[in-house]
């Protein structure tokens, strides 16, 4: 099983559609939780941290579900710019400071 | 600006000659950290250093070697290189916390091919 599940996708989705990514992870002892925005060929940067009482950012809200170890993004309003690949990152904290990355979701924002 | 600089950024080379990516944060971060990024498979670390002097392998630290000798610096050394070592690398650095929640930020890319 992988440390960091994720659907691949495509999602393929109309400008103005809400779009929602889900991702599960397996180690309970995880500390910290993130999306980071790929997009195509480039470096990861990073979309927002995932709080345990929900954030929201705009038009993106992140959820962490600790008892059932997933995390969920969702896009309301999609633009054609939220077209990337959207990864799903879990930091084990301590000593080792170590990201485990998702393999990511592609999006496809469609006009 | 604040930045994660890499290279060079496309490299083609044979099999067995040696080469270097190099790797440069202008941050002040402790931390630095190599990957790599295979379709498929997504990013794996390679090896990461927790200050100056201190390093350590990650997920598949086979075939390289790093240093760090100053903060800011962190390259990556391929002394054989094979043909499976064709991907897509990254270096990042951030802070350093005790639950690790602090971002990291990546370098451009190094786009590899050993033929």
């Known amino acids: 099983r992988k440390e960091v599940e994720q659907d691949p996708g495509p999602f393929n989705v109309p400008e103005g559609a809400t779009v929602a990514f889900n991702c599960t992870y397996s180690?309970?002892?995880?500390?910290?939780f993130f999306w980071y925005r790929q997009d195509c060929r480039k470096e990861p940067k990073l979309l927002m941290s995932?709080?345990?009482s929900g954030n929201e950012d705009g038009r993106f809200t992140a959820q962490l579900n600790r008892a059932s170890q997933y995390i969920s993004l969702l896009i309301r309003d999609s633009k054609l710019s939220d077209s990337a690949t959207y990864l799903c990152?879990?930091?084990?904290?301590?000593?080792?400071?170590?990201?485990?990355f998702g393999t990511g979701t592609l999006l496809a924002v469609q006009p | 600006e604040a930045q994660v600089t890499q290279n060079p950024r496309y490299l083609i080379t044979v099999t067995g000659k040696k080469l270097t990516v190099t790797c440069s944060q202008n941050m002040n971060h402790e931390y630095m950290s190599w990957y790599r990024q295979d379709p498929g498979l997504g990013l794996r670390q390679i090896y990461y250093s927790m200050n100056v002097e201190v390093t350590d392998k990650g997920d598949v630290p086979e075939g390289y070697k790093v240093s760090r000798k100053e903060k800011r610096n962190f390259p990556l050394i391929l002394e054989s290189p094979s043909p499976n070592q064709t991907s897509l690398y990254f270096c990042?650095?951030?802070?350093?916390?005790?639950?690790?929640?602090?971002?990291?930020?990546f370098g451009p890319g190094t786009r590899l091919t050993v033929t």
């Open positions: 990042a650095s951030s802070l350093v916390g005790d639950k690790g929640s602090y971002e990291q930020y």
């Open positions: 990152v879990v930091n084990y904290g301590g000593a080792t400071n170590k990201l485990i």
């Open positions: 995932v709080y345990s």
């Open positions: 180690n309970s002892a995880s500390q910290s």
